[in-house]
Nanobody
């Protein structure tokens, strides 16, 4: 069972930056962290969970939701089994719980989420 633990959330003023991390553990012995496509999702109060950014196993390809393109950067360190999301130029509408998501074939795993609040 893969365990994903997010960290790095908090309260930040509009225009500020935060860096989220997701640490993965419990990867089955026949696999490595690099087997998993990794994504960040977020869920704002009263709204459905939405996809934010994704990165393939070797990190060569990344994709972003239009709402965060140019402001957020997703990256991974396969040697450390970690995923990060660098968030710059934060806006109030970025306020949400941010979740780490791992997928390999039909195996899917979610973290517990970390709260990001953008407010003055």
């Amino acid at each position: 069972q893969v365990l994903l633990v997010e960290s790095g959330g908090g309260l930040v003023q509009p225009g500020g930056s935060l860096r989220l991390s997701c640490a993965a553990s419990g990867v089955p012995s026949k696999l490595t962290f690099s087997n998993f496509a990794m994504n960040w999702y977020r869920q704002a109060p009263g709204k459905e969970r939405e996809w934010v950014a994704g990165i393939i196993g070797d990190g060569r390809i990344t994709k972003y939701a239009d709402s965060v393109k140019g402001r957020f950067t997703i990256s991974r360190d396969n040697a450390k089994n970690t995923l990060t999301l660098q968030m710059n130029s934060l806006k109030s509408e970025d306020t949400a719980v941010y979740y780490c998501y791992a997928k390999w074939v039909t195996h899917e795993y979610w973290g517990q989420g970390t709260q990001v609040t953008v407010s003055s």
